[in-house]
């Protein structure tokens, strides 16, 4: 297994003899023998371990276990406890998904602070069929279908060519301790449901299920070769990216033969899973505004594309604005001067400049989002308006009214920004001083 070990490590290049890695090791049996393979290799190790705090007396004998470990091979061991239930609850995710965030985010910071090269984990050929029977089972494109990769950014498993029934006959061989952890055996996590259940089934069907499942697996890698070169070719006809948002043509989507999988392949990356992806599809012959949303992104069916941005939280702030101001609100800069009228006074034409009677106002103005509820009295109609009301009627799109600025005086809005003034604070053949704000 040795001498197997390092051919792979060579052919597919994970790693140099000269390079120090920090290695996840847990107690159990992959892992300490992945660790007794690095050490025979003199390899120069980290040990990072994770005390979840899930198995009571048991987690804290792994990490007594594991510190002891590093100190019969001479490698430094950092150690840390994690509230893993508690995280779990808070984010509303999986004890699995929990530990999972809590380990890698983890990993890599101790990787920095002892300028490690990669973070190495004893994940192996078993786990590889375990991960694509999950992803199947949750919903996939082709890359869930590619199983585990051998190395990603600065992830490596080395074990990926070996089977867990190989591991532990080298375990054997080699009179190795390693923990049993119980819960590998109950069935409470998905993965062990299909460790314990669902392969051996398979099994029945077929005695070489293993083999089998990882020839599919190198045949799907294959395959998404492909797969994304067509993908990537065919995207430069419907996808455009503009100050941070993601524009999907929908005329072009639509001329696609399968554009569900277009779909998918684009917007997976950021938390669009299966169903939500159909449910995009079938709103594209609805009317316009249907906002899809995951944890940190949002995607608005628009009029003419679908458009992506990243999620933040409304700006419910007020800003002051006075007579001789200038603030500047994100991108936009808003400027005002306050003068007395002259005898031949020309409005602006440019839907960015705004002229008040000063006379009206209350000082100093303020600068707000909208909300719900709000009203005022648009120049050139009769009666009070919902500013919603006035979105609808004019098409603005969910970004449009996202970005959409009031200006108020008192309790009064008094300017939609850059859109229509309050005809209460018009200039009329009476008014004195004017109040000029322009945005830009």
Same mark, same amino acid.
């Given at each position: ?32 023998? /992945? ?10 190790? $980290? ?129 190795? #301790? ?36 990882? #020839? ?20 430069? @006809? ?22 569900? @999988? ?37 995607? /608005? ?11 933040? #939280? ?6 002051? /604005? ?91 809005? $008094?300017? /939609? ?21 322009? $945005?830009?």
């Amino acid at each position: 297994m040795h001498r197997k070990l390092v051919r792979h490590i060579e052919k597919e290049e994970l790693f140099n003899r000269n390079e120090k890695l920090l290695i996840a090791v847990s107690g159990g049996l992959d892992s300490v023998v /992945l660790l007794h393979l690095l050490h025979k290799m003199e390899m120069d190790c $980290v040990v990072a371990h994770c005390n979840f705090q899930l198995r009571g007396q048991d987690s804290d004998g792994d990490e007594d276990f594991v510190i002891n470990l590093g100190k019969e091979y001479n490698f430094p061991v950092h150690s840390i406890t994690f509230e893993t239930t508690d995280y779990a609850k808070e984010n509303g995710i999986s004890i699995e998904m929990a530990a999972r965030d809590l380990r890698y985010n983890w990993f890599e910071t101790i990787r920095k602070e002892n300028d490690c090269q990669y973070i190495l984990t004893a994940h192996h050929a078993d786990d590889v069929i375990e991960t694509v029977l999950i992803n199947l089972a949750r919903g996939t494109g082709i890359h869930g279908l590619t199983g585990i990769k051998a190395k990603k950014g600065k992830l490596v498993r080395p074990l990926l060519p070996f089977t867990r029934e190989e591991i532990k006959t080298y375990a054997e061989q080699n009179e190795l #301790e390693y923990r049993e952890d119980y819960t590998n055996i109950q069935t409470d996590f998905v993965r062990n449901k299909i460790r314990h259940q669902v392969i051996p089934v398979l099994e029945e069907i077929n005695p070489a299920i293993q083999k089998t499942m990882n #020839e599919n697996v190198r045949r799907f890698r294959d395959v998404e070769q492909i797969y994304n070169q067509d993908i990537l070719k065919k995207r430069l @006809s419907f996808v455009d990216q503009e100050e941070g948002r993601l524009l999907i043509l929908i005329a072009g989507l639509k001329k696609l033969t399968s554009p569900v @999988s277009h779909l998918y392949e684009l917007l997976q990356p950021y938390g669009f899973h299966s169903r939500g992806i159909v449910n995009i599809i079938e709103s594209l012959d609805s009317i316009s505004g249907k906002m899809f949303y995951t944890e940190n992104y949002q995607l /608005l069916r628009d009029r003419d594309y679908l458009v992506l941005t990243e999620k933040g #939280e409304k700006d419910f702030r007020e800003y002051q /604005l006075d007579k001789n101001d200038r603030i500047e609100l994100g991108e936009c800069v808003f400027e005002s001067k306050l003068f007395d009228r002259p005898l031949e006074f020309k409005f602006s034409t440019d839907p960015h400049v705004a002229c008040f009677d000063a006379d009206k106002l209350t000082f100093p103005l303020k600068l707000r989002k909208w909300k719900e509820g709000d009203m005022f009295h648009p120049i050139g109609m009769k009666g009070r308006k919902k500013v919603s009301d006035y979105f609808i009627d004019n098409k603005f799109s969910l970004t449009d009214k996202e970005n959409a600025w009031l200006l108020v005086s008192g309790e009064e809005i $008094v300017w /939609l920004v850059g859109h229509r003034m309050d005809d209460r604070y018009k200039i009329t053949k009476d008014t004195l001083s004017i109040y000029q704000v322009s $945005v830009g």
